[in-house]
Every structure is written in structure tokens, then in C-alpha cells.
């Protein structure tokens, strides 16, 4: 009796951050703002991917970027978003480990009116429950390092499930990680979400990174209805 009662509520949470999602997501294709959960674990990559991306998009002619960068207490990132010239609010989530709607809206809120072509959520580090809470994202995608090892598709497979894209990031690792099964990987990730797309990539040497701007464009203007 007592486990049916914590289902419940359970339940009612995530049903009304869905609805608050759906409606983030309606406003924001009305504006034109392409919005993005970023998934990974701590030290995947996150906020280096981010940067070196932006800078592909910019290459491309987008103006218009921001970044919430949700960490559980620091402004670390939020920092280095900042240096690299791009408008970014930090969302502190002061312990919890994964971001929900209302705090989706009080970041963007904290731009005051801006207009994004792409906003880009880093979501917490965590490959767990960030993957239960729609963010109000068009699209969600998560990264793994090749130093984390190929196998993570085996122990978290909600996450891989429930992305449009996985990122390898880190591949200039690849030569000092022989057991990293890249094959393995793709046959895993693929059973569990059949129309996953899979970039590798190395924000150090800039690998995959044309072809990772290029999907995203091809997205944007799918899902915004451009
Ligand atoms: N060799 C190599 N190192 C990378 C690459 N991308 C990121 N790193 C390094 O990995 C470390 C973690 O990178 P971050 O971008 O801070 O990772 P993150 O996922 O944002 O980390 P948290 O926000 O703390 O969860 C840093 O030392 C980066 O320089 C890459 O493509 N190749
Ligand atoms: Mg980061």
C-alpha cells in the first residue's frame, strides 16, 4: 500500500513537468530558438563539446546562442561560456541531481527577452536521472568519452534510449584505449534506439565536429518547421 502511494506521486511529478515541457517547447518554436539538452556524465566532455561547437555554428553564420549550464553548485562553466563570448545563466540545482521545468524557466527567464536560434542546456552530470525529466528540449542528446569505456551503453541503457544522438567525444583517445569496442558500442546503442544517430568526435582536434554542426542545422530546421 505504502509503494503504491510513492508510485503515485512519482507519477504526478513527472506527468506535470511534462506538461509544463510541451509548453516550453511550443513557445520556443514559435520564437525560433532550437533548444537543446546536452547529457553526459561528469568529465564526458559537456562544456568543451559545447564551445568548440558553438564555434562550428558561428563558422556557419548563427548569431544568436546561449547556454544554461546547470551544475549542482559551482559557476565554473557558466564562466567559460561566458569568456568565450556567449550568453549563458547558471543553474545552480543546489544537490539535486537532474534539471526539471521549473528551473528550466527561471534560467531562460534570467535572459531577460533574449532571442536564441540555439539555446543549449548542459544539463547535471549524470547518466541516470537527467534521462527520466523532459527538459522541454527539441532534441536531446547524449555524449560519452572514450575514457568511460564503450561498455556504459550495457549499465545505463535508459539514457541511450532516450536521446536522438550519441557523441563519443574524446576519439584522439582512441590509440591509448584499445579495449574501447567502438563496433560494439554502435550494435548496442542501435538495438536499443534504432534511429540513434552516432557522431564521432575530439573537440581537441576538431574531429566529426563539421558533421555534428551539420546535423544539428538539419534538425533545427526539421523540428522548428523551417
Ligand atoms: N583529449 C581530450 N580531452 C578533452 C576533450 N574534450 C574535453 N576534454 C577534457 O576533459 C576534461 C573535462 O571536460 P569538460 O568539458 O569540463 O567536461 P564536462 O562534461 O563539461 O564536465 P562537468 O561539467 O564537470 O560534468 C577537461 O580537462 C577537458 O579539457 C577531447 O575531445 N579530447
Ligand atoms: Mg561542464
Same mark, same amino acid.
Given at each position: %500500500?505504502? /509503494?503504491?502511494?510513492?508510485?503515485?506521486?512519482? /507519477?504526478?511529478?513527472?506527468?506535470?513537468?511534462?506538461?509544463?515541457?510541451?509548453?516550453? #517547447?511550443?513557445?520556443? #518554436?514559435?520564437? +525560433?530558438?532550437?533548444?537543446?539538452?546536452?547529457? !553526459?556524465?561528469?568529465?564526458?566532455?559537456?562544456?568543451?563539446?559545447?564551445?568548440?561547437?558553438?564555434? /562550428?555554428?558561428?563558422?556557419?553564420?548563427?548569431?544568436?546562442?546561449? @547556454?544554461?549550464?546547470?551544475?549542482?553548485?559551482?559557476? @565554473?562553466?557558466?564562466?567559460?561560456?561566458?569568456?568565450?563570448?556567449?550568453?549563458?545563466?547558471?543553474?545552480?540545482?543546489?544537490?539535486?541531481?537532474?534539471?526539471?521545468?521549473? %528551473?528550466?524557466? #527561471?534560467?531562460?527567464?534570467?535572459?531577460? +527577452? %533574449?532571442?536564441?536560434?540555439?539555446?543549449?542546456?548542459?544539463?547535471?552530470?549524470?547518466? @541516470?536521472?537527467?534521462?527520466?525529466?523532459?527538459?522541454? !528540449?527539441?532534441?536531446?542528446? %547524449?555524449?560519452?568519452?572514450?575514457?568511460?569505456?564503450?561498455?556504459?551503453?550495457?549499465?545505463?541503457?535508459?539514457?541511450?534510449?532516450?536521446?536522438?544522438?550519441?557523441? @563519443?567525444?574524446?576519439?584522439?583517445?582512441?590509440?591509448?584505449?584499445?579495449?574501447?569496442?567502438?563496433?560494439?558500442?554502435? /550494435?548496442?546503442?542501435?538495438?536499443?534506439?534504432?534511429?540513434?544517430?552516432?557522431?564521432?568526435?575530439?573537440?581537441?582536434?576538431?574531429?566529426?565536429?563539421?558533421?555534428?554542426?551539420?546535423?544539428?542545422?538539419?534538425?533545427?530546421?526539421?523540428?522548428?518547421?523551417?
Amino acid at each position: %500500500m505504502e /509503494q503504491r502511494k510513492v508510485i503515485e506521486v512519482k /507519477q504526478n511529478i513527472l506527468a506535470a513537468n511534462d506538461a509544463a515541457a510541451d509548453q516550453f #517547447r511550443a513557445g520556443r #518554436r514559435q520564437e +525560433g530558438t532550437f533548444f537543446v539538452d546536452v547529457m !553526459a556524465s561528469p568529465g564526458a566532455g559537456k562544456t568543451t563539446l559545447l564551445l568548440a561547437l558553438i564555434a /562550428q555554428l558561428r563558422a556557419l553564420g548563427v548569431e544568436d546562442l546561449g @547556454v544554461i549550464e546547470a551544475d549542482l553548485e559551482s559557476d @565554473v562553466d557558466a564562466l567559460k561560456i561566458k569568456e568565450a563570448g556567449v550568453a549563458s545563466v547558471e543553474l545552480n540545482t543546489r544537490g539535486v541531481c537532474h534539471v526539471e521545468m521549473g %528551473m528550466v524557466e #527561471r534560467a531562460f527567464a534570467a535572459f531577460g +527577452g %533574449m532571442h536564441f536560434d540555439y539555446l543549449f542546456l548542459e544539463n547535471i552530470g549524470n547518466l @541516470v536521472c537527467p534521462a527520466e525529466f523532459d527538459t522541454g !528540449a527539441h532534441t536531446r542528446v %547524449m555524449l560519452l568519452s572514450v575514457p568511460e569505456g564503450w561498455d556504459k551503453v550495457m549499465k545505463y541503457p535508459p539514457m541511450f534510449a532516450a536521446v536522438d544522438a550519441l557523441i @563519443v567525444t574524446k576519439c584522439d583517445y582512441l590509440p591509448l584505449n584499445e579495449d574501447f569496442d567502438m563496433e560494439r558500442l554502435k /550494435q548496442e546503442a542501435r538495438r536499443l534506439n534504432p534511429s540513434l544517430e552516432i557522431f564521432i568526435t575530439s573537440a581537441r582536434t576538431g574531429e566529426g565536429m563539421p558533421e555534428l554542426a551539420a546535423w544539428f542545422q538539419k534538425t533545427r530546421a526539421e523540428k522548428l518547421g523551417l
